[in-house]
């Protein structure tokens, strides 16, 4: 019996000695393991303490095939001998032992530590034949569980150790433990039928994807992992590439290797080019990926899995994220921002600044809309100590506009998206606990600050000038929301609190990305309640800032400057579209015997569709002014909206004479007629361009 037990477990070893030869390659695909087995029956089948079996010792020899397209996976079937003496009977001496020889079939999973270090966790199950010294035998089903170590010591050779949890049906259960050697078939390359191994693949780490963020992981490493020469010759030109095939279109070329020494591990860095279906996923999810390496007209791959995030999901590790989700392209706000950009447009002032009258229509069209302000005290932005590494979610614009509700980065992006479609800057304002915006006004501060805008209420970056806008403030009006918003940005700023993105240059690390067209409209807010509201805020506006304007004239005082600071009070009041106070000046500076108030007065008849009366005012202010090119001008457009075709030419004609850059400068308002000759349609052609004095 004894020569029999040595004999099994030497068979192994001997069995490998007929391989022992020169290859061109070794194949890690097979691999044969032989050790010796030591086993320690602790409880019997009843989980109760075990009185019966020593432990034994015995031998194994396995198989391993692995398995090409599951990654680090490997079957086996082996077989193993132990024998056990029997424990004695109330210190009574049992004669006699158990014998069992057992067949198992198993997966193994491999995962590289290092280059040589490998951790297994295996999975066995089988029969074993048991007989006992007295000659009675019995079969039962076996299985064991465990996790081990495999060292490879050369191409050829591995020392590896497992443990084991056993258990055997009906008999006992315990702890096993092998420590045996590997040795890995050689294969000829000439004369095997599948390319050898020559690469493995160490360290795989891929982090959390946005679909949010797929433009960024274009250009910006989303993991990395290392990639070894197991073979014996140089591999050249290695082309790693990274690909999720549900969400990819193509693989993802990575890096570049172009030489690989045997032994030799480079770590490498993963990219990856998402299609539009990745902004289809609305749950986060679990997905395969595969890192492909392609070498000497051959692949190798490898395997892993990767949490990709719904396409809502991001974390305010950088603020500038927001802008991934502004999407001023999108079909419903580019239908509602120009619904709103035609809806008042007749009745814009040309003084007021155009940009700050297109924030007044988006704020009055949205609230027109009918959005509401939803708070969510459990996200990060509802707090004042932001966690960054909090998974929040963020609804592009279309969704806050199809659920007509949002917080404050919702309301915020959406905001962004509409003053994006309507051609002005934005930027995302965040003070603690929140988030907000603000839009370019498209002047300098020393521009603003001559139109009396109070600068405090205002944002000056490298001289260009933002207004801010609170968002979720549904029912005020564009002026109370604009003061709210400049109260939070100076509260905060003074104590460094608060911070300016904006949208653009966040786009530079974030691009915008937009949900896929689904074929659905939005539904338009009433016109007539965007331009009643549109109309009284801008009247809120140009108040305030025609008061400003009109207290740095200082006051009107009764002296010999009368006449001309009249005439310059009458000029601002015109300008906001104030006409009544504008006449009443313009008339007692021309009274006081100003020509300029004269010409002013035409100004106002001609904005007013009065050219007859305009023409009448510009004529007796010429016989006062009569070498003037600016007034040749008004008198033009004046004779010409009026059917004074011969006057009009006349006065282009001075025009040309007195002032020919002038003439050029409004080329546009003349245009040449079927007979030759020039005529001025000013009026037609829907410039209401006047020239004050």
Not at 201 to 224: A, C, K, M, T
Not at 231 to 241: D, I, P, Q, T
Not at 439 to 446: F, H, I, P, V
């Given at each position: 019996m004894k020569s029999w037990k040595f004999t099994f477990i030497l068979l192994p070893v001997l069995s490998f000695s007929p391989l022992l030869q020169a290859a061109d390659s070794y194949d890690s695909n097979w691999s044969l393991f032989s050790a010796p087995v030591y086993y320690y029956p602790s409880v019997t089948s009843d989980?109760?303490?075990?009185?019966?079996?020593?432990?034994?010792?015995?031998?194994?020899?396995?198989?391993?095939?692995?398995?090409?397209?599951?990654?680090?996976?490997?079957?086996?079937?082996?077989?193993?001998?132990?024998?056990?003496?029997?424990?004695?009977?109330?210190?009574?001496?049992?004669?006699?032992?158990?014998?069992?020889?057992?067949?198992?079939?198993?997966?193994?999973?491999?995962?590289?530590?290092?280059?040589?270090?490998t951790f297994l966790g295996f999975l066995d199950a089988g029969m074993t034949y048991g007989r006992l010294s007295t000659g009675k035998t019995t079969t039962y089903g076996s299985g064991q569980s465990g996790i081990g170590l495999d060292f490879r010591i050369s191409d050829a050779w591995s020392a590896r150790l497992e443990t084991a949890a056993v258990y055997k049906s009906g008999l006992t259960a315990g702890l096993g433990a092998v420590f045996g050697i590997s040795y890995h078939i050689p294969v000829s390359?000439?004369?095997?039928?599948?390319?050898?191994?020559?690469?493995?693949?160490?360290?795989?780490?891929?982090?959390?994807?946005?679909?949010?963020?797929?433009?960024?992981?274009?250009?910006?490493?989303?993991?990395?992992?290392?990639?070894?020469?197991?073979?014996?010759?140089?591999?050249?030109?290695?082309?790693?590439?990274?690909?999720?095939?549900?969400?990819?279109?193509?693989?993802?070329e990575s890096y570049t290797i172009n030489n690989l020494s045997p032994g030799e591990s480079v770590q490498v860095p993963l990219y990856a080019l998402f299609n539009d279906s990745v902004l289809g996923i609305t749950e986060s999810t679990k997905v395969s990926g595969e890192i492909l390496v392609d070498y000497n007209g051959m692949e190798e791959s490898r395997g892993t899995s990767v949490l990709v995030y719904d396409r809502n999901a991001l974390t305010w590790s950088d603020d500038r994220k927001a802008a991934a989700f502004v999407s001023s392209k999108d079909p419903w706000v580019m239908d509602l921002t120009g619904n709103i950009m035609a809806t008042v447009m007749a009745e814009r002032n040309p003084e007021l600044t155009k940009n700050l009258q297109t924030a007044i229509a988006i704020h009055e069209g949205l609230k027109a809309y009918g959005i509401s302000y939803m708070l969510s005290p459990n996200r990060p932005f509802a707090k004042e100590i932001v966690d960054t590494a909090t998974v929040d979610t963020l609804k592009y614009p279309r969704q806050t506009l199809g659920f007509r509700a949002g917080d404050c980065a919702d309301l915020s992006v959406l905001y962004a998206s509409c003053f994006e479609a309507a051609g002005i800057e934005t930027a995302f304002i965040t003070v603690p606990g929140h988030i907000f915006i603000a839009?370019?006004?498209?002047?300098?501060?020393?521009r603003a600050a001559a139109r009396g805008m109070n600068l405090n209420d205002l944002i000056v970056r490298d001289d260009k000038v933002w207004v801010p806008i609170e968002t979720t403030m549904r029912s005020a009006g564009f002026t109370e929301v604009w003061k709210k918003a400049a109260e939070q940005w100076r509260n905060a700023s003074g104590d460094n609190k608060a911070a300016l993105y904006p949208v653009h240059e966040a786009w530079n690390l974030y691009a915008p990305v937009g949900l896929p067209a689904d074929g659905s409209a939005i539904k338009l807010p009433r016109p007539d309640e965007i331009l009643r509201n549109f109309t009284a805020e801008k009247t809120i506006a140009s108040n305030n800032e025609l008061n400003a304007r009109l207290d740095r004239l200082g006051p009107l005082d009764k002296g010999p400057s009368y006449a001309k600071a009249a005439n310059n009070r009458g000029i601002l009041y015109a300008k906001y579209g104030f006409y009544p106070d504008a006449v009443k000046y313009l008339k007692e500076a021309a009274n006081a015997g100003n020509a300029s108030a004269l010409v002013n007065l035409g100004n106002i008849s001609l904005l007013q569709s009065d050219a007859e009366t305009a023409y009448g005012y510009y004529r007796e202010a010429a016989e006062q002014l009569p070498r003037n090119a600016r007034l040749q001008f008004n008198l033009a457009k004046a004779a010409a909206a009026s059917g004074n075709q011969n006057e009009a030419d006349a006065a282009l004609e001075e025009l040309r004479r007195l002032d020919p850059e002038l003439a050029e400068q409004y080329a546009h308002v003349a245009v040449v007629s079927g007979s030759g000759s020039s005529m001025t349609r000013a009026a037609e052609a829907e410039d209401t361009r006047v020239l004050w004095f």
């Open positions: 989980f109760e303490s075990n009185e019966i079996l020593n432990s034994s010792w015995g031998g194994t020899l396995s198989a391993e095939r692995r398995i090409q397209t599951a990654g680090p996976f490997s079957l086996r079937l082996g077989g193993a001998y132990t024998a056990a003496p029997l424990q004695p009977v109330e210190d009574v001496k049992v004669k006699g032992s158990l014998m069992e020889v057992s067949a198992q079939a198993g997966l193994v999973y491999g995962y590289g530590l290092t280059s040589r270090l390359e000439k004369s095997s039928p599948l390319p050898p191994r020559m690469l493995d693949f160490y360290s795989i780490e891929v982090n959390d994807l946005f679909p949010s963020l797929r433009s960024q992981y274009e250009d910006s490493r989303i993991g990395s992992a290392t990639i070894t020469n197991t073979g014996k010759k140089n591999l050249e030109n290695l082309r790693v590439s990274f690909i999720i095939r549900q969400y990819m279109d193509a693989p993802r839009a370019d006004l498209g002047m300098s501060a020393s």
